[in-house]
Structures are given as C-alpha cells and as structure tokens.
C-alpha cells in the first residue's frame, strides 16, 4: 500500500504566504514525478507545478514567480512554497506522485487526500 498525506494549508490574506508539504509512505521503491494540483470550487482540477526525481520543475503560467515546488527523496516528501497568495489561488490543492512499488516494475499514480487553502481578507 502507498500514502501520500498533505499538511499545510489554511486561511490566509491576499499577499502571504504558505508552505505545503506531502509525504509518500508505504511499500516504496522508487518515486518519479511529483507535483501539486489543485481544484477550485466548480472548475476542474488544473496542474500548479511538477517536479521529476533529478529536480527538473515545471509551473502553470499562474503561478510563475510567486510558488516554488522542491522535493527530499530522502523523505519521500514534496513541498510547495507559495508567496503573494491570490485570492484566485483558493482551492484544495492535491498532491500527486508516480511510484513504484516494490515487487512491482512499472509505477502509478497515487494522490493524496487534498489540504484546502483560503486567500481571503
């Protein structure tokens, strides 16, 4: 079995910042691409950033400049540094992760559970 938890988000005010992290647990051997997504109330689920195993990142034009995606192989945990929050950027955001679990040689995609992050005054 594979988990990925998310942690950090709240209610914020436009121009602050928060710090998501996910982590992956359970029958783990290798993590490719993780990245974040995130859903606003009535709209589908949009790409916010990705990021493959060897560091290389990728961003949604709307966030570019103001969210940063890093990852910890060694923890198995991906984070999202978000700075001068929108109130656009409200949304539950889900983290996503392509892993291969052990015994097994191709890998899928598992996603976390969402944490929801407000922008309001």
Known sequence: Q???VESGGG??????SLRLSCVASGSIAR???MGWY????GKQ????ATITSGGTTNYADSVK???????????NTVYL???SLIP????VYYCKAEIVRWGYYRGNDYWGQGTQVTVSS
Do not use: C, H
């Open 2 to 4: 594979v988990q990925l």
């Open 11 to 16: 209610l914020v005010q436009p121009g602050g």
């Open 31 to 33: 993590i490719y691409a």
């Open 38 to 41: 995130r859903q606003a109330l």
């Open 45 to 48: 689920r949009e790409l916010v």
């Open 65 to 75: 400049g103001r969210f940063t995606i890093s990852r910890d192989n060694a923890k």
């Open 81 to 83: 540094q978000m700075n």
């Open 88 to 91: 656009e950027d409200t949304a």
